[in-house]
């Protein structure tokens, strides 16, 4: 059974760097591609961006210039960090396996969540 | 295009049938994924695929697709299937971004 663990800073300043980290459980860390996903509050889904174990990155575009996932195949452990944050930032941060199958892609497995929250 | 379009909110007599559909160009390339989320927990993947469901998920749950457009039916509703549901795809426009639907808030009537 694959688990995904996700911690990190759930209050933060605005101007400050926003740091995830999360630890897959379970399962090849190798051939599937680990995603960041965020969920303002009352509001819908937003993906982040991925990496794949060699650490080949995709970012959306509207977040590419603070955006910044890294890993660490080693502890088989993923990374966000996402600077300069403003109050627009705060949400919930989740983080989940990607994968291609049967001609389509899903995020099968997803970690519980995290709350963000920007305010000075 | 990288958009996926939903319903904002569709109801469903208990025990009946409901579809909820995602729009969107790369849903000719890629089949939709399909997540339910629950007040206060992270999205649960229900369908993948053609029409594929994880362990677990209840039969009543299906997909199918044609075209652009992509849908999730569930035969028989029951009171714990109310949830947002989230359809999501790869961008077929090159860039392999990751795109989610808006969401479709189900009611159980």
């Known amino acids: 059974q694959v688990r995904l663990l996700q911690w990190g800073a759930g209050l933060l300043k605005p101007s400050e760097t926003l740091s995830l980290t999360c630890a897959v459980y379970g399962g090849s860390f190798s051939g599937y591609y680990w995603s960041w996903i965020r969920q303002p509050p009352g509001k819908g889904l937003e993906w982040i961006g991925e990496?794949?174990?060699?650490?080949?990155?995709n970012y959306n575009p509207s977040l590419k210039s603070r955006v910044a996932i890294s890993v660490d195949t080693s502890k088989n452990h993923f990374s966000l960090k996402l600077s300069s944050v403003t109050a627009a930032d705060t949400a919930v941060y989740f983080c989940?396996?990607?994968?291609?199958?049967?001609?389509?892609?899903?995020?099968?497995?997803w970690g519980r969540g995290t709350l963000v929250t920007v305010s000075s | 295009s990288s958009e996926l379009t939903q319903d904002p909110a569709v109801s469903v007599a208990l025990g009946q049938t409901v579809r909820i559909t995602c729009q969107g160009d790369s849903l000719r390339t890629y089949y939709a994924s399909w997540y339910q989320q629950k007040p206060g927990q992270a999205p649960i993947l229900v369908i993948y695929?053609?029409?594929n469901r994880p362990s677990g998920i209840p039969d009543r749950f299906s997909g199918s697709s044609s075209g652009s457009t992509a849908s999730l039916t569930i035969t028989g509703a029951q009171a714990e299937d109310e949830a947002d549901y989230y359809c999501?795809?790869?961008?077929?426009?090159?860039?392999?971004?990751?795109?989610f639907g808006g969401g479709t808030k189900l009611t159980v009537l």
């Open positions: 990496i794949n174990h060699s650490g080949s990155t």
């Open positions: 989940a396996r990607g994968r291609y199958i049967y001609s389509g892609y899903d995020l099968d497995y």
């Open positions: 999501s795809s790869r961008d077929s426009s090159g860039n392999l971004h990751v795109v």
């Open positions: 695929g053609k029409n």
